[in-house]
């Protein structure tokens, strides 16, 4: 059982460490998109950069990492929910964190939302319209930005009552706020919930701080 269980962690990183967008946008482009945009490979830079072809195929490719561990968990460890967490993780990290780039990666946010969808609808459903209203009124303030990722596991505790549910929410919370300290803000930089001059003071502020 645990030899089983360390195999598909590992096989859960390895698929998730495989980078769609940086695939796509080389193959519709020729372009290097750890070098375009903000360097992010992921959804919202693949967009930009590579194009609605490119973005497209990487949201498929991104969603699968989010239900692919669930389904393989649904069936090797069917009375082992737990489980599944840990393998959806496993492939968040992969990510966010691609051996196959030599560390980088994307910021995992796509496969998560699916992963969410399926695993806690109810807190998905709640925090995307809070997180989109909170990144709306942060006009680019980083503390007020951060608070999205502190309502993860508090959400999934108050909906689920379940203790691997609420691990799950923290090491997510924890391992998104890496990405958002090690990668640029590709909504910020590219103006989604952003108005011009807040996209101006967040470069200066990246400036200040790089």
């Avoid at 840990?86 to 196959?100: A, E, P």
């Avoid at 980088?104 to 992963?115: F, I, Q, R």
């Amino acid at each position: 059982m645990v030899d089983k269980v360390i195999l598909y962690s590992i096989l859960s990183y390895l698929y998730g460490a495989l980078p769609y967008a940086y695939v796509f946008t080389y193959l519709f482009t020729g372009k290097n998109l750890s070098k375009e945009g903000t360097g992010t490979i992921g959804v919202t830079n693949t967009f930009k950069v590579g194009g609605y072809r490119a973005g497209t195929l990487t949201v498929i490719g991104e969603l699968s990492k989010g239900l692919l561990p669930i389904y393989c968990a649904h069936r090797l460890f069917p009375e082992h929910p737990t489980l599944t967490l840990l393998l959806v993780y496993c492939s968040l990290v992969g990510t966010s964190f691609s051996i196959f780039l030599k560390g980088k990666g994307g910021k995992a946010s796509t496969a998560a939302m699916w992963a969410l969808l399926i695993l806690s609808w109810k807190s998905l459903l709640i925090l995307l319209p809070l997180w989109a209203v909170i990144l709306t009124i942060s006009r680019g303030n980083i503390l007020i930005k951060r608070i999205p990722l502190l309502l993860i596991p508090i959400v999934l505790f108050s909906i689920e009552r379940d203790w691997s549910f609420t691990v799950f929410g923290i090491l997510t919370s924890v391992l998104f706020s890496l990405n958002r300290y090690r990668r640029k803000d590709d909504f910020a930089h590219y103006g989604i919930f952003h108005h011009k001059s807040d996209v101006e003071c967040t470069g200066d502020a990246h400036t200040l701080h790089s």
